[in-house]
């Protein structure tokens, strides 16, 4: 399904604009499906149409409207990016796996910082959107706790060692934000002098 709406939608673009739209909500359903599955990758890095799938992805992406959606895209497709690398491993393809594991790493890290601009940026926030917020958040540690299992399958050490100082510059700048964020949070739920509230968000 995925190929076929891969191959059929630059036609659907130039037909009409109803007929458009409902090619990129079917290209949005069969994008998630995999990830929602929890299944092995159709395709993979290498496929011939592997194209395909990051053209969807990027579609989906567009159509975003906001930090918070977007940031859950980017931790959907960082999970995917893992289950691409993990069924490379079984299949033997370390290196391939390791280049898909960065990329993750990297979509990690943009999805923390449209999580952390959405935080910034709360005016007219809904409870749904706070909903999504969390959701977006949980995502980003999923994908964090899914990246520390994948470093047990690297085999080559000066991979591994590579990899897991991409990791930990990650780590610490979430740790930053997940701070900063706390520290927000406090501000909130506490009363600070002026002072205060400067020195908890090391303004002076």
């Known amino acids: 399904m995925i190929l076929a709406s891969a191959v059929v939608f630059p ?8 007929t458009s739209e409902t090619a990129i909500i079917d290209l949005q359903a069969d994008s998630s499906s995999e990830g929602d599955k929890g299944e092995t990758p159709s395709l993979l890095p290498g496929d011939f149409f592997y194209f395909s799938k990051i053209l969807i992805e990027k579609i989906r992406l567009a159509l975003a409207i906001d930090d918070v959606k977007e940031a ?7 999970a995917e990016r893992l289950s691409e690398a993990e069924a490379l491993f079984v ?11 960065k990329k993750a790493i990297d979509n990690i890290d943009i999805a923390e910082d449209h999580v952390t601009n959405a935080e910034e940026d709360d005016s007219g926030e809904t409870v749904e959107d706070e909903t999504e917020l969390e959701q977006a958040k949980e995502a980003v540690s999923q994908n964090i706790i899914a990246l520390t299992a994948a470093m047990e399958k690297v085999k080559n050490p000066a991979a591994k060692a590579a990899l897991q100082k991409n990791i930990e510059k990650s780590y610490a700048k979430l740790a930053k934000k997940i701070e900063k964020r706390e520290k927000k949070q406090q501000l909130k739920t506490n009363e600070y002098s002026p002072e205060e509230s400067a020195a908890a968000l090391g303004i002076v």
């Open 91 to 101: 299949d033997g393809n370390e290196e391939a796996a390791l280049e898909t594991m």
């Open 11 to 18: 036609v659907n673009v130039f037909a009409d604009e109803t």
């Open 72 to 78: 859950k895209l980017i931790a959907e497709y960082a």
